[in-house]
T-cell receptor, first 111, second 115 residues
């Protein structure tokens, strides 16, 4: 089983749609959680951290369920510029904070 | 404060040659990660280093690959006797502390092509 697994893509949605990405992690020693974004195989960039209480940043909402070892990202009112690959990232407390990436989910927002 | 700097951005090597990829972390960052991204695949962890110390190299191939992060200068990922399967994008990331809730910042990557 992969340490971090994401929904297979791609997701093709119209502008204005709401889209949700799911991610599960296998290691209960996971410490911190992030969503990164990668455009056209450029360098990944942090989209948002994920906190236990859930957090929101504009159109983006991240949720964490430690009991189920599950993370989600919700994007509301999708824009064309949201088209990218979204990466679920976990750090492991017992491995010095090593970042473990999911394989990514591709999102394509169409006009 | 310059970001994470990787060079070269593009590197072409013939089979059997050596490839050296450099990564200068952000100022004040003492931890460096290397990741490899093969075409049409996700980011794969290779190695995690602190200055003068390898913390985790569980993702490094057993042969031909080595990494260092000396007290002075950039981190170096070295690939000896490159093969076509080494063609990939190699990304370096840095963070200021060991683990915790701190994000890592990525360089623009080095695209290695083995011909």
């Amino acid at each position: 089983r992969k340490e971090v697994e994401q929904d297979p893509g791609p997701f093709n949605v119209p502008e204005g749609a709401t889209v949700a990405f799911n991610c599960t992690y296998s290691n209960s020693a996971s410490q911190s959680f992030f969503w990164y974004r990668q455009d056209c195989r450029k360098e990944p960039k942090l989209l948002m951290s994920v906190y236990s209480s859930g957090n929101e940043d504009g159109r983006f909402t991240a949720q964490l369920n430690r009991a189920s070892q599950y993370i989600s990202l919700l994007i509301r009112d999708s824009k064309l510029s949201d088209s990218a690959t979204y990466l679920c990232v976990v750090t492991l407390y017992n491995q010095g904070g090593k970042l473990i990436f999911g394989q990514g989910t591709e999102l394509s927002v169409k006009p | 404060n310059a970001g994470v700097m990787q060079n070269p951005r593009h590197l072409v090597r013939r089979r059997g040659q050596e490839a050296r990829l450099r990564c200068s972390p952000m100022k004040g960052h003492s931890h460096v990660y290397w990741y490899r991204q093969l075409p049409e695949e996700g980011l794969k962890f290779m190695v995690y280093l602190q200055k003068e110390n390898i913390i985790d190299e569980s993702g490094m191939p057993k042969e031909r690959f080595s990494a260092e992060f000396p007290k002075e200068g950039p981190s170096i990922l070295r690939i000896q006797q490159v093969v076509r399967g080494d063609s990939a994008a190699y990304f370096c990331a840095s963070s200021p502390v060991n683990g915790g809730n701190t994000e890592a910042f990525f360089g623009q990557g080095t695209r290695l092509t083995v011909v």
